[in-house]
T-cell receptor, first 114, second 116 residues
Framework: AQSVTQLDSQVPVFEEAPVELRCNYS??????LFWYVQYPNQGLQLLLK??????LVESINGFEAEFNKSQTSFHLRKPSVHISDTAEYFC????????????FGAGTRLFVKA | GAVVSQHPSWVICKSGTSVKIECRSL??????MFWYRQFPKQSLMLMAT?????????EQGVEKDKFLINHASLTLSTLTVTSAHPEDSSFYIC????????????FGSGTRLTVV
């Protein structure tokens, strides 16, 4: 079975600073990897995903994540954050065979300060 | 793109009553649907996996008789919280997948259940 570990429960950062939210996974088979963002009292929004191909994936709002198979990681980065990026970020993994259920990490609270 | 619609977005019910939450795939046939629960300030926990036309598979610790899941068609799955109690108050969210798993990462907008 797959599992996901988000190493930081909270990440405070100043506006316009870079940020990295860490995510490691484990699985015995190949996986799909995702980052979701959740704003207060809202549902999940898909931020970006890795299914196959290029290991570097980007979102439309400046986030990027790199799939590193050897380190079993899928860290999320942004070179310059905004106040509006304050939210909960979830890393998730879905096995690419047999069921496709998605398992979520515990979440990382990104808090951007002015 | 794939769209999953969840209804209602929020519901308040009295303790002891039952509540039904619907999850619909709008533009694809959902062979499999997943139901999650999220407690405040916590992650999403998978409750059960439902396959169209068969019984749902529940995760360990989830009460089958408490959380009834029906997946009678390829576009609709329902979660019924029976005899709800305040401790059932939570955010419930579904996701749907076709038989290739291609849409398995599309989630509904969630349902906020408050039991009073």
């Amino acid at each position: 079975a797959q599992s996901v570990t988000q190493l930081d429960s909270q990440v405070p950062v100043f506006e316009e600073a870079p940020v990295e939210l860490r995510c490691n996974y484990s699985s015995s088979v190949s996986v799909y990897l995702f980052w979701y963002v959740q704003y207060p009292n809202q549902g999940l929004q898909l931020l970006l995903k890795y299914l196959s191909g290029s290991t570097l994936v980007e979102s439309i709002n400046g986030f990027e994540a790199e799939f590193n198979k050897s380190q079993t990681s899928f860290h999320l980065r942004k070179p310059s954050v905004h106040i509006s990026d304050t939210a909960e970020y979830f890393c998730a993994v879905s096995e690419s065979t047999g069921g496709f259920k998605t398992i979520f990490g515990a979440g990382t609270r990104l808090f951007v300060k002015a | 793109g794939a769209v999953v619609s969840q209804h209602p977005s929020w519901v308040i019910c009295k303790s002891g009553t039952s509540v039904k939450i619907e999850c619909r795939s709008l533009d694809f046939q959902a062979t499999t649907m997943f139901w999650y629960r999220q407690f405040p300030k916590q992650s999403l926990m998978l409750m059960a996996t439902s396959n169209e036309g068969s019984k749902a598979t529940y995760e360990q610790g989830v009460e089958k008789d408490k959380f009834l899941i029906n997946h009678a068609s390829l576009t609709l799955s329902t979660l019924t919280v029976t005899s709800a109690h305040p401790e059932d108050s939570s955010f419930y969210i579904c996701s749907a997948s076709d038989d290739r798993g291609y849409y398995g990462y599309t989630f509904g907008s969630g349902t906020r259940l408050t039991v009073v």
